[in-house]
């Protein structure tokens, strides 16, 4: 596609329910990052996956958080049993490679804990 | 070690002045230094980049100053616009074996016309 592509744009759930949120990266990109940045905040970083290699999850906040990525390609973030301070935007990047390229960023997911 | 500072956290620039947003590291791993735009309601965008064998990088308005020994970096807008309200990320990577981006805080910056 032209750019990395999220879904859903918003999700409103309920606590303690489970939410999966998809990340399309940009077609032949290698590296994919998750972070997450509650309202007015910075960019909280979350888990980094790069080709084959063993994913670093050291920014999971919490064994709620998993994330995988298929083929190298898509990737899915699930947040069990969530939580109000769950509620944030979850954005996704993706890089040509890990040498240091730029970063192309997705619109976001916004998810709303009620 | 991995943090990366940016001060300050928010900004106020009349229309037509300089707007300057400060960052410092501490890895002396680190050789790739973005700075990143974001709009409200959308994802950061690259802004301008440098890495550490140029002490500063320029493109239009925007310029990059590196002070390698002082590790710091900052970004500097010229003549700014209303339109370059938003809020501005530095980052930082390099070194590590995942070479991942680690961010500032963002500074929101504010241009009143």
């Known amino acids: 596609g032209a750019g990395v592509s999220q879904s859903p744009s918003n999700k409103v759930t309920e606590k303690g329910k489970d939410v999966e949120l998809r990340c399309d990266p940009i077609?032949?990109?290698?590296?994919l990052y998750w972070y997450r940045q509650s309202l007015g905040q910075g960019l909280e970083f979350l888990i980094y996956f790069q080709g084959n290699s063993a994913p670093d999850k050291s920014g999971l906040p919490s064994d709620r958080f998993s994330a995988e990525r298929t083929g190298g390609s898509v990737s899915t973030l699930t947040i069990q049993r969530t939580q109000q301070e769950d509620s944030a935007v979850y954005l996704c990047?993706?890089?040509?490679?890990?040498?240091?390229?730029?970063?192309?960023f997705g619109q976001g997911t916004r998810l709303t804990v009620v | 070690q991995q943090q990366v500072k940016q001060s300050p956290q928010s900004l106020i620039v009349q229309k037509g002045g300089i707007s300057i947003i400060n960052c410092a590291y501490e890895?002396?791993?680190?050789?790739?230094f973005p700075w990143y735009q974001q709009f409200p309601g959308k994802g950061p965008a690259l802004l301008i980049a440098i890495r550490p064998d140029v002490s500063e990088k320029k493109e239009g308005r925007f310029t990059i100053s590196f002070n390698k020994s002082a590790k710091q970096f900052s970004l500097h807008i010229m003549d700014s616009q209303p339109g370059d309200s938003a809020t501005y990320f530095c980052?930082?990577?390099?070194?590590?074996?995942?070479?991942?981006?680690?961010f500032g805080t963002g500074t929101l910056l504010a241009v009143q016309p």
């Open positions: 890895n002396t791993a680190f050789d790739y």
């Open positions: 990047a993706s890089t040509a490679g890990h040498q240091n390229t730029e970063a192309f």
């Open positions: 980052a930082a990577s390099g070194g590590g074996a995942t070479n991942k981006l680690i």
């Open positions: 077609s032949g990109h290698t590296a």
